[in-house]
């Protein structure tokens, strides 16, 4: 049997800049390569809001924005479990070495000063910073399938899988460890990052109600792994697994 080519996946990238002229002007030169899946927006709240929802492979943030600053964006960004690994290039139009210090502190990847010298410059470091995370992620394989935790990629059988959040994160956690049973509960807390919340009537209903809805994600996780959803087995009085079938 011929071996399945793989889809091409783009790298989704995150603009945050508030100078239309220059936000447009750095998605016109990433959007003209072809290679990316672009995502935007003027403001720090808004961009952190995108982030945690689409979880870019890179963020091209600007440091001076309406609302929190750059930095602000950057240090949230670092905290968040989710959003942490994702490298940041910051934009700057200005020369106080300080800000730059300051950035890389925050774990900015690179800075570039605005205005541009050339967009080469900015598509050759965006190029490079991916191919070196890209690098160093540790995949994922178990029979057809392939996932990457550094740019939440999946692909089944070879195609690219879309799946949301929570779904990718039920499926990173069975095939870390696949042939091992995981309980609803346990699976539910891997996705809420370990939050807890208050013993009341009302967190106990909201509770048994997320554990419910493990099973339609599992369900929808199997139908968007077409064939490669039969690995994900259901285990009576415990919970799924993954294992690929002999």
């Known amino acids: 049997m011929a071996e399945a080519k793989k889809a091409k996946i783009k790298k989704k990238i995150l603009v945050v800049e508030d100078d239309e002229d220059i936000r447009n002007l750095v998605l016109f030169n990433l959007e003209m390569t072809g290679e990316y899946e672009l995502l935007s927006s ?5 961009a952190l809001v995108l982030a945690q929802k689409h979880i870019p492979a890179l963020v091209i943030l600007d440091v001076m924005l309406p609302g929190i600053d750059g930095f602000e964006v950057c240090r949230q960004l670092k905290a968040n ?4 690994k994702i ?13 730059v210090v300051k950035g890389f502190e925050l774990g900015v990847e690179d800075y570039l000063r605005k205005p541009f010298s050339s967009m080469k ?37 070879g195609e690219a899988v879309e799946l949301s959040y929570s779904e990718f994160k039920i499926l990173q956690l069975l095939m870390e460890n696949p042939g091992v049973a995981y309980t609803r509960e346990t699976i539910m807390t891997v996705i809420k990052a370990g939050k807890s919340v208050p013993e009341t009537e009302e967190a106990a ?20 792994l077409g064939r490669c959803g039969r690995y994900i087995q259901t285990v009576r009085s415990a919970g799924y697994m993954i294992q690929i079938e002999p």
Do not use: F, W
């Not at 003027?42 to 808004?46: I, K």
């Not at 890209?134 to 995949?139: K, N």
């Open 81 to 84: 479990s989710t959003t942490r």
């Open 42 to 46: 003027d403001n720090g709240e808004d």
């Open 121 to 157: 410059i900015l598509l050759a470091r965006v190029s490079n910073i991916l191919q070196r995370h890209e690098a160093d992620a540790p995949i994922i394989t178990l029979g057809e399938l392939e996932l990457n935790p550094l740019n939440y990629s999946v692909t089944a059988a």
């Open 87 to 99: 490298p940041v290039v910051m934009l700057t139009a200005r020369s106080d070495d300080n800000d």
């Open 205 to 224: 209903q909201k509770k048994a109600k997320a554990l419910r809805s493990i099973d339609v994600q599992v369900l929808s996780l199997r139908k968007k």
